[in-house]
């Protein structure tokens, strides 16, 4: 009787630890396929989001070329030399335009340009003379602005079209629900999760293409206002060439 029950208490161990072992592996294999799921690249991450992802993905391109491109120009075209009104002044107290002419002609940013035309007007009317500069001065800012109207554009097309992105697979997710009538929330979270990533990208490249467009046109008003500055000076040069300020 004894034997008996030690050999049922034997296999009672013996079946205990084998439990324990498959319960273990199932644990590890569950944690296994956890950490490759989480491991997976940025690359795939991004593929998941469907189509939609390849417009954004452009738009995203576009819109840093713009900003580098447009930046770099808008820095080089609007720089400002605090000496070329000086240098313009000296040559024109000394009567000498031509002389003034090259030294503008010699600064390659949109301040020379206009006030290469004021010296090219001089001896007209001074509405004339403003006119003519405050025209090239527009001219110069309608160059700077190419193209950031486009930024202004994207801001609002990319987040909406991540947008249509999650709508659209929200209904394929709904749509195969109807058609399996599987109604599991790994199903459901699994799909909604991978169709957020589109609304989650186009928002990111919206707000690039949003700070962009303002970081861009501050510049361009930083100019205009400098721009502004120069036509006055300039006219008060003609008005009193010799620094005479009862003129």
Known sequence: MKKHIGLVMMSFLFTTILNAQNTNAAVGSHVKKAMVNEEISAFDFFIKGGVFLIPIAILLFYTIFVIVERYLYIKKTT???????????????????????TVTSKNHSAFGKIINEGILTVGRPMSEVESNMEKVANIEVGNLEKKIGHLGLISGIAPTLGFIGTISGVIKIFYSISISEDISIGNISGGLYEKMISSGSGLIVGIIAFAGYHLLNGMIDNFTLNAQKSVLEFIQILQRPNGDKTK
């Open 79 to 101: 720089k400002y030399n605090a000496n070329l009104l000086k240098e313009v002044k000296n040559c024109m107290n000394d009567g000498n335009l031509e002389k003034a002419l």
